[in-house]
C-alpha cells in the first residue's frame, strides 16, 4: 500500500505540473531555474553545497573575485570545487560531451530494460534500481530520467525531475521504489510553486515598465531577466542587437525602478 500512496502522489503532482507548463510563455524561465535547483539537488547529494546563484554566475560566463562567507583559502577552494562541479552536473543534463552521450544512451537503454508496467513512473523506478544495482553512475542515470519522462509523455518539456534524494550512494533496495517516488513528487510540487512565483514577479515586472516609449527595450530586457536569473549587458545587448552601453542604460533604469537587483 504504501508503493500505491507514493504512486498516486507522485503521478498527481506530475501531471500537475506538465498541465501547468505545457503551452506557458514562461517554460524558458522554469526550465532555466528547474536546472539550477535540480543542480543544487543533485550536488548535496553527491557532498557539495552550491549556491544556484553561483551556478547561475557561472554559466553567464562570470568569475567571481572572491567568495562571500569564505574565512580562509580552504572554504574558497571549497566552494571553487563546488562550482566546478555544479558546472558539470549542469553540463550532463543540458549538453552532455560526446562519451557522456554515449553513457546517458546506455542509462536511457536500462530504463526501457524489463518487462513494462504500463505506468512510467515505476518503469522509471525499477530500471533506475538497475542502474544503480549494476554500479552504473549517477549523472547519466538523471539526464536519461529526463530523456524518459518526455519519451513516454509523461512530461511534455525536458524538465529535469531525477528524484536526486533517493540516488544516493548508500541507497537500498529496500523501500527504494517509495523514495524514489516520493522524491519526484517533491520536486514535481516545488516546480510548480518555482513557476507560480515567476508568474507573480514577471506581472509585477511588466507593470513597472507599462507605459514607455513604443520603442524601448525595457519589456524585453524583462521578459530576458526572467528567462535567465542573472543577466550581463553583454548578454542583453546581444539578444536585442543594441549596443553594450544602451544596455547597460537599461539595465540601470530597471534597477532603479526596482525590476532588478
Same mark, same amino acid.
Given at each position: 500500500? !504504501?508503493t500505491?500512496?507514493a504512486?498516486a502522489?507522485?503521478a498527481?503532482a ?12 514562461l ?20 557532498? +557539495?553545497?552550491?549556491d544556484?546563484?553561483h ?5 553567464e ?5 572572491r567568495f562571500?562567507?569564505a ?5 574558497a577552494?571549497?566552494? +571553487?570545487? #563546488? ?9 550532463w543534463?543540458?549538453?552532455p ?21 504500463g505506468?512510467a513512473?515505476l518503469?522509471?523506478a525499477?530500471?533506475?534500481w538497475? @542502474? ?10 538523471r539526464?536519461?530520467?529526463v530523456r524518459? @519522462?518526455v519519451?513516454t ?12 534524494a533517493?540516488?544516493?550512494? !548508500?541507497?537500498a533496495? #529496500?523501500? @527504494?521504489t517509495?523514495? +524514489?517516488?516520493d522524491?519526484?513528487a517533491?520536486?514535481?510540487a ?6 507560480? !512565483?515567476?508568474e507573480?514577479?514577471w ?5 513597472a ?5 513604443r520603442?524601448?527595450h525595457?519589456?524585453?530586457a524583462v521578459?530576458l531577466l526572467? #528567462?535567465a536569473?542573472?543577466l ?9 542587437g543594441?549596443s553594450?552601453?544602451? #544596455?547597460?542604460?537599461?539595465l540601470?533604469?530597471?534597477?532603479r525602478?526596482?525590476v532588478a537587483?
Amino acid at each position: 500500500m !504504501d508503493t500505491v500512496a507514493a504512486l498516486a502522489r507522485a503521478a498527481a503532482a506530475i501531471a500537475r505540473l506538465d498541465g501547468a507548463t505545457t503551452g506557458h510563455p514562461l517554460l524558458p524561465a522554469l526550465l532555466h531555474r528547474a536546472r539550477l535547483d535540480a543542480v543544487r539537488r543533485m550536488a548535496a547529494v553527491d557532498g +557539495f553545497l552550491i549556491d544556484p546563484w553561483h551556478l547561475a554566475a557561472l554559466l553567464e560566463g562570470l568569475r567571481p573575485r572572491r567568495f562571500d562567507g569564505a574565512q580562509n583559502l580552504a572554504e574558497a577552494g571549497d566552494a +571553487f570545487e #563546488a562550482g566546478r562541479a555544479a558546472l558539470a552536473l549542469h553540463r550532463w543534463l543540458v549538453a552532455p560531451e560526446f562519451d557522456e552521450e554515449g553513457e546517458v544512451r546506455a542509462a536511457v537503454a536500462a530504463l526501457r530494460e524489463g518487462a513494462s508496467t504500463g505506468v512510467a513512473v515505476l518503469d522509471a523506478a525499477a530500471g533506475a534500481w538497475r @542502474w544503480l544495482d549494476r554500479g552504473g553512475a549517477r549523472p547519466p542515470l538523471r539526464a536519461a530520467l529526463v530523456r524518459h @519522462w518526455v519519451r513516454t509523455r509523461t512530461l511534455r518539456a525536458p524538465l529535469p525531475l531525477t528524484g536526486a534524494a533517493a540516488l544516493r550512494t !548508500d541507497a537500498a533496495s #529496500a523501500g @527504494w521504489t517509495v523514495a +524514489f517516488l516520493d522524491a519526484l513528487a517533491g520536486e514535481a510540487a516545488d516546480m510548480q510553486q518555482t513557476l507560480l !512565483d515567476l508568474e507573480r514577479a514577471w506581472f509585477a515586472a511588466r507593470r513597472a515598465v507599462a507605459g514607455r516609449r513604443r520603442h524601448s527595450h525595457a519589456p524585453a530586457a524583462v521578459n530576458l531577466l526572467a #528567462a535567465a536569473p542573472l543577466l550581463s549587458a553583454t548578454t542583453l545587448a546581444a539578444a536585442l542587437g543594441i549596443s553594450i552601453k544602451s #544596455a547597460l542604460e537599461i539595465l540601470d533604469a530597471l534597477v532603479r525602478d526596482g525590476v532588478a537587483v
